[in-house]
């Protein structure tokens, strides 16, 4: 099978296609043939080794020293089960799955083996395996820090900072789901976008003054480091929460704030590798309540294209990889 494998540290360059040997479930797995994969912001910074100085050590023992120790990245797919270990029960041969694979990435291939009780569920009936592909992580994320550490509420006022990628593109329909009135910071470009999928405001980040356009809100939710810890505090109310998913760990600053007020700071925190919340996301998609946004999508063999777009930083919710062709009726 085909598989994208990524053979050391740096540019899209280094993503090279090579035939592999296809997998074999185990007992207690499905051997999915992948329709649609993405790439995220982790890829090309796995990829590229993008991180903090101070967590370079810890990430190249994590990752791996000289090259990715797992060298297929992809952290999301959409496909079908073509096969399916003796134990498994959850699933069938047929079955239209997406999955979260950040644990064990591997989505970058034609085939992938999933743990049944892992990050799996059936596809949302009305989306497409492109869109279905842009769910687990970019929406995951969103709703894990919105409402398992935010606890967002009815009329609690939201900022997003980066409202137009992956995650904040999420965070916007998902605050606005939970009642919450949002606020969206992005580029002139994105605004439209981003009042059109739920925001009630919009800030344009590119404006010198943006920052004094900043109110009184219960909940900041930076989706990239790029907002001024300083701008944020202030903008918190006295019992708000930080959420900033952009760094792996907080700032003497964001501590300090934490010691010496009611403030709530979350840096940092990952969401259970468990298919709980797709389920969930899976029946908002069904019911028309959260809707994946797709700013282009590439071919398998189109992608060091891909990842030299999406790593400029500017995507509009997700860039979407088709891997294997599938028939035209996706339901």
């Known amino acids: 099978?085909?598989?994208?494998?990524?053979?050391?540290?740096?540019?899209?360059?280094?993503?090279?296609?090579?035939?592999?040997?296809?997998?074999?479930?185990?007992?207690?797995?499905?051997?999915?043939?992948?329709?649609?994969?993405?790439?995220?912001?982790?890829?090309?910074?796995?990829?590229?080794?993008?991180?903090?100085?101070?967590?370079?050590?810890?990430?190249?023992?994590?990752?791996?020293?000289?090259?990715?120790?797992?060298?297929?990245?992809?952290?999301?797919?959409?496909?079908?089960?073509?096969?399916?270990?003796?134990?498994?029960?959850?699933?069938?041969?047929?079955?239209?799955?997406?999955?979260?694979?950040l644990q064990t990435f591997g989505a970058y291939a034609e085939y992938k083996c999933l743990p049944e009780d892992g990050p799996v569920a059936l596809k949302p009936t009305n989306a497409t395996y492109e869109e279905a592909a842009a769910i687990p992580i970019g929406a995951r994320t969103a709703f894990h820090y919105l409402k398992k550490i935010g606890d967002v509420k009815p009329g609690q006022k939201v900022l997003i900072y980066g409202a137009s990628g992956s995650v904040g593109t999420y965070a916007v329909q998902l605050a606005k789901y939970f009642g919450a009135e949002v606020t969206g910071v992005c580029s002139t470009s994105n605004l439209g976008l981003?009042?059109?999928?739920?925001?009630?405001?919009?800030?344009?980040?590119?404006?010198?003054?943006?920052?004094?356009?900043?109110?009184?809100?219960?909940?900041i939710f930076t989706t990239?480091?790029?907002?001024?810890?300083?701008?944020?505090?202030?903008?918190?109310?006295?019992?708000?929460?930080?959420?900033?998913?952009?760094?792996?760990?907080?700032?003497?600053?964001?501590?300090?704030?934490?010691?010496?007020?009611?403030?709530?700071?979350?840096?940092?925190?990952?969401?259970?590798?468990?298919?709980?919340?797709?389920?969930?996301?899976?029946?908002l998609v069904e019911l028309g309540l959260l809707k994946p946004v797709v700013d282009r999508s590439y071919t398998l063999d189109q992608i060091v294209e891909a990842h030299r777009y999406a790593g400029k930083g500017h995507k509009k919710g997700n860039v979407v990889i088709s891997v294997n062709q599938f028939k035209e009726n996706q339901t």
């Open 224 to 283: 990239v480091d790029k907002c001024p810890f300083r701008a944020c505090k202030n903008a918190l109310s006295i019992n708000g929460t930080y959420l900033n998913i952009g760094r792996p760990i907080p700032s003497l600053q964001m501590i300090w704030m934490s010691l010496i007020s009611r403030k709530k700071i979350a840096v940092g925190k990952n969401s259970p590798e468990t298919a709980e919340v797709l389920i969930f996301l899976k029946n």
């Open 1 to 101: 099978m085909k598989a994208v494998v990524c053979t050391k540290y740096g540019p899209p360059e280094v993503l090279q296609i090579e035939n592999i040997e296809k997998p074999v479930p185990k007992n207690n797995e499905v051997l999915v043939k992948v329709y649609a994969t993405t790439v995220t912001a982790a890829d090309y910074k796995v990829r590229s080794f993008d991180v903090p100085k101070s967590f370079w050590l810890p990430a190249r023992l994590m990752l791996g020293l000289r090259k990715p120790r797992k060298s297929i990245l992809g952290m999301e797919l959409s496909g079908e089960i073509e096969s399916v270990g003796k134990d498994v029960t959850l699933f069938k041969k047929g079955d239209k799955i997406f999955a979260a694979t």
């Open 194 to 219: 981003v009042k059109s999928i739920g925001a009630d405001k919009v800030i344009d980040y590119t404006t010198v003054d943006f920052i004094e356009n900043f109110e009184t809100y219960d909940i």
